[in-house]
């Protein structure tokens, strides 16, 4: 079965910095997505990428494919307060449906 | 938001008793899933649903079965709940080539 692995597994930046979250998958990824759970609270999808190469945007937060190396990135410009949160990449099986996560990545943002 | 219903929200149930949890979506997608999320696990996929009456097991399915007499209704149910089924569960759904849409969870304590 595939296994995705999120680094790191926590995080605390100060307000304004920059970050990194990497998803890496044991197997060849068919697409990828991300999502962020706030504490207590169900997840919100933020964006899916689905081919090799593909780098997709929303307000500051980019997320990148590199399907050779089985890997998604998640870069988030300018952290703020708001982005604080779990976050979460998924998979979809062979199937093409069922999705499998990754551990999760705790972000701590200190004003 | 995705109409995506989960009941019970919070339960308090005992050891070796029943529980039935409730996913309803008026969506009219056809995917649907129920995954279990715990610290240091992330989210596990138990069962999943790709139409009414087609359902299969996940990567923790082991003390759980599902139902799903109709598209809008999927039911995770504990035949006798143990202290190791203690979890948040969340259920989810999805059309095809499609993000999968999230509920609010349910947590359930056994004790």
């Known amino acids: 079965s595939q296994e995705l692995e999120q680094s790191p597994q926590s995080l605390i930046v100060q307000e304004g910095k920059n970050l990194t979250i990497n998803c890496t998958s044991s197997k060849t990824l068919y697409g990828l997505y991300w999502y962020k759970q706030k504490y207590g609270e169900g997840l919100i999808f933020l964006m899916m990428l689905q081919k090799g190469g593909e780098e997709k945007s929303h307000e500051k937060i980019t997320a990148k494919l590199d399907e050779k190396k089985q890997q998604s990135s998640l870069h988030i410009t300018a952290s703020q307060p708001s982005h604080a949160g779990i976050y979460l990449c998924?998979?979809?099986?062979?199937?093409?449906?069922?999705?499998?996560f990754g551990g999760g990545t705790r972000l701590m943002v200190k004003p | 938001d995705a109409g995506i219903t989960q009941s019970p929200r919070h339960k308090v149930t005992e050891t070796g008793t029943p529980v039935t949890l409730r996913c309803h979506q008026t969506?009219?997608?056809?995917?649907m899933y129920w995954y279990r999320q715990d610290p240091g696990h992330g989210l596990r996929l138990i069962h999943y649903?790709?139409?009414?009456?087609?359902?299969d097991k996940g990567e923790v399915s082991d003390g759980y079965s599902v139902s799903r007499s109709k598209t809008e209704d999927f039911l995770l149910t504990l035949e006798s709940a143990t202290s190791s089924q203690t979890s948040v569960y969340f259920c989810?759904?999805?059309?095809?080539?499609?993000?999968?849409?999230f509920g609010q969870g349910t947590r359930l304590t056994v004790v």
């Open positions: 989810a759904t999805q059309t095809q080539g499609t993000e999968a849409f």
């Open positions: 998924g998979a979809p099986g062979n199937a093409g449906n069922m999705l499998t």
């Open positions: 969506e009219n997608h056809r995917y």
């Open positions: 649903s790709y139409g009414v009456k087609d359902t």
